[in-house]
Each structure stands twice: as C-alpha cells, then as structure tokens.
C-alpha cells in the first residue's frame, strides 16, 4: 500500500500546473477491458439438436436411471446428475446461442425434455424449472411488448442471468405455489415484493419449491406492493440462495417425485437488487395471456414417464430385464394390453407434438385449447401407461428393483401439477369451447 501510494503522489507532482504554464494535459483513462466469456468445449453443439439428444439419452442411459432408484428411496435431489448436465452443458440448453448457450427454443426443448424425462422423472421436472428462466426471458420476453427502456435494462438484466448459468453453472429454480388461487392466475401472488432504493423488499412463503435446498438462485413469482394490487402487478426475481432472510423449512416425504425435494420457502425482508429482477413490471402478466403454452412445459417429463412405461413394458414380456429372463410375450392377452398401450402411446405423442409445436406469441383459440387437451392427456394418460404396464406385466414388476413403480408413482402426481392442473384444463376447455371472450349468459 505505502508503495501504491508514493506512485499516486508521483504522479500528482508530475501533473501539477507551474505558475504561469497552461496546466497539464491528464492521460484519458484507459477503458477497462471487457471481460471475454469462458468459452466450453459443449458450445460445439448449438444448433445440433440430434447432438445434444444423443448426450441427453447417453447420460440417461449410462447414469441417471442408475440413480434413479436411490434418489426415491431417500428422497434427496439428483445432485450427480446435475453435476453431469453441468459438464455436459445441458445446464445452458436454452440459454441463447449468442450468449454462450446451446440456444434451443421451446419445440426443440419439449422433445429433448421428454427425452430426459425417460431416464429420471424427479430429474427431468426439477431440470424444467431451471430451464424454463432463459425461456420466459429470452425468446418469449422477445416476443412481448415493452418500453424501449425496459428492453434495454432486460436485456442488460438477463446477460448476466445467462452468464451466471453458463460461466458458473448455476441452477434456477421456479417456485411457484402458495396454497391459494394465484399460481393457478385467478389471485395475486401473497409473497410481497416492496420497492426501496436500489432494490426490492421481499416477504412471503413458497410451498411445493422444488430444488430447495439445491438452486443457486430462485425464480419467486410475487406481487408489487401497493395500496391496490392485481395480477397485473406480479413480479418476476431471482433470489440468491445465499440472500440474507431466505430459509428452508419442513419435511419431504411425498408419493412421487420425492427426488424433487419440494420444501417450504419464507422471505423476510429478503433485500433483491434491481438487477434482479428476472422480466420488467407487467411482462409476466402479458406473458401469461399472451403466450399461454409457457405453462405447458411440465408435459415433456410425464410424456417421457408415459415412454418410459411403455419401453419397460416391451422389455419385461421378452424377458430382457436383467435378472428376470422369463418370457411372457406369448400370451394374447399381453399382446392385447401391449398393442393398446402402443396406440395411446401415439395418440399422446401426436398430441403432444402438435400442441408444443403451435407454441407462439398470441394463438389462436384452436392453438390455446389445444394446450390445454395436451396438458391434460400427456398427464392422464402417463398415468394410465403406467397402469396397463402394472396390470400386464404383473406382480414381480412391482419390486423396487425396477423402475416401474417408482414410474406409476411419478406418474400420478402429473395431474395436479400447477397452473394447469387436469382439472382446470377440463374446466377451461368446457368454458372457452362455449364463451367468446366477454360472453356471459346475464339476463
């Protein structure tokens, strides 16, 4: 430090004005250098979906469904695979290829999601609340209106967002439900987001926050404090694990998807700088109307569970199960239960296919109920695979050795997945087939 200082006190001699002499020119300052992002041997495969598909399965394949087993049995989060995904890059799957990610959009990320969802349920769902932050903030928040401004610092905003995943591999989480109508969009969310200078003032409860305990950051949907609030004022913030007022609280034990490690939060006067802030005021809320099957992406992992079901299936009546060699393939009525679930396997991936892949800015009415049938078909009937694969293959494929019982638990639990839960996709698609928007049948 004493040398440090002696050099400044130099250099102000040097500079200092003799009487009677023009004062001395001061060296313009040199601009610091733009730190150059890390550049990962993954990148390679941006744009190379089959790529990026063949690391998924290999992963699956070789690693995850290995796990799979344990992870259930303790309820504890697939640390391991995330360490995988990370290396491999799938972390940055849709971060922007011009950011440093692998830059898949929402078509491309359904297929390669369900791919995952194949190998390891808890996985696969955990992995789309990560995923779905550069999707909501990238092309879909592209895709929306907002003051030139807002863009501006969004985008400022999301950089270092996007960095923070590819440059650190850090995980994101999407905590949505409260206990109330507001993940569902009929209330405003209960967790309270009050403006300060520089920042935020966070206090609420997440319950069912799935990644607790492993996110580096928490994607906490809130409402702008006001003396009138609406839905038209949630929020949008990344929360640091690490934040000051921010614990973890409560048991998990569930039925299904127990790797998931869904805990309680509680914000208290959590403080959230502005730089935070994951979209700009009102942008969730027009996202929400306006791109609708951003809430659609709980399907890829249940439309994998529904393959996995079904591949398990095939496997055990040829008697290609390691350890259980016994062939049952020809009896009629495994072949009868096998061709009907090839068919709704079908009718689902069509389905599936169709409905992610009209995925876009302002659909149409046809677009939307679509989303919603999806929504409800991928998560009946992976339960329903799951059924006919117990009933066909019978008692011993029930053992905890196998994957099967752990699928129709996963499985089951699809159907009450928020905001689109089986039932209000049914009770939307009866109401919105029979009312135009603003119909009421008031005398």
Known sequence: MATASKSIRKTATKLRPISGDKP????APKR?????????????????????EQVIKTLGQEKFINRAQRYDEEASFPFENYDDMRDAGILAMTVPKSLGGLGVEYA?????AAEMGRWCGATALTYNMHACTPLWTGHIADDLDMPAADRRQHKKNRELHFSRIVENGAIFAQPFSEGSAAAAGKAPFGTMAAKVDGGWVLN??????????????????CTEEKPEISAR?????AVPADAKGLSIVGPWDPVGMRATVSRTLIMKDVFIPDEQMLLPRGVYYQAARRWPHMFLTLCPTYMGLA????????????????????????????QITVAD???????????????????????????????????????????????????????????????????????RLGSLMLPWTAELCLDRLGRETLYEPGETDDV
Do not use: H
């Open 233 to 237: 004022d949630t929020l949008f913030m």
């Open 108 to 112: 491309d990320y359904a297929l390669l």
């Open 32 to 52: 610091a250098a733009k730190k150059k992002p890390q550049s990962f041997k993954w990148q390679k495969m941006a744009g190379k979906n089959e790529q990026i």
């Open 307 to 334: 393959q996995a079901a079904y591949d398990f299936t095939v496997a055990y009546l040829r008697g290609d199960i390691e350890g259980i060699p016994v062939k049952r393939r020809m009896y009629p009525t495994k």
């Open 341 to 411: 679930m090839w068919i709704k396997l079908q009718q689902t991936w069509a389905l599936f296919k169709q409905a992610t892949g009209e995925a876009r800015v302002d659909p149409s009415k046809e677009d939307r109920l679509r989303a919603y049938a999806a929504q409800y078909a991928v998560m009946e009937n992976a339960n329903e695979m799951c059924r006919l694969a117990i009933r066909t293959c019978g008692g011993q494929s029930m053992l905890k050795s196998l994957p099967l019982e752990r699928l129709y638990r996963d499985s």
């Open 204 to 221: 609420g409860k997440k319950i069912f926050a799935s990644l607790s305990g492993a996110a580096t950051y928490y994607g906490v949907l």
């Open 24 to 27: 001395a020119e001061r060296p």
